[in-house]
């Protein structure tokens, strides 16, 4: 371009648009490189697995038209295999493993237990305590026994494994 035509106003106001574009694409590739060089380290911080115990709960059975208390026991369980890619875990009991899909949130992954039955159990595990070395976490199952809806939470406690 000759000097003649770069003095026109709505040249120089073209030429200086080109250049801002440039510098932000620039920026913005340089965020997406740092970004992606960041993500797997992060990802690779990230457990294999927790054990879990909640040790508070509540149950409720519904008989006769209400939901009613019931007796709702500690419960233990493992969480194994996690894979972030697949969106899945393992519900570890002994020799017995089910599927588990799994939720991200942001402060939080949701495991997600479709049982046979058709029922669902959901444990949703929060970022670790600043205070302690454990991750609160809460435990919900919604099934049925003889045709009758019992829902039940828990609240507790998971530490991290591998």
Do not use: W
Request: charged share 20%.
């Amino acid at each position: 371009m000759d000097r003649a035509a770069a003095d026109v106003p709505h040249v120089r106001h073209a030429l200086f648009t080109v250049s801002i574009a440039s510098h932000m694409l620039r920026v913005f590739a340089a965020l997406a490189l740092l970004t992606a060089s960041v993500c797997p380290a992060a990802a690779m911080d990230e457990p294999k697995g927790y054990t879990c115990t909640f040790k508070i709960g509540a149950a409720h059975a519904h008989a006769k038209g209400r939901f009613k208390p019931t007796k709702a026991g500690p419960v233990t369980l493992e969480i194994g295999s996690i894979n972030h890619a697949k969106q899945d875990a393992e519900l570890v009991s002994g020799e017995r493993r089910s599927v588990l899909r799994i939720i991200r949130a942001v402060n939080a992954v949701h495991f997600l237990e479709a049982v046979g039955e058709g029922y669902l159990n959901l444990t949703t595990i929060y970022d670790r305590d600043a205070g302690s070395m454990g991750h609160p976490a809460v435990h919900s199952r919604h099934f049925g026994l003889l045709g009758q809806p019992i829902v039940s939470q828990y609240r507790g406690t998971c530490l991290a494994k591998g």
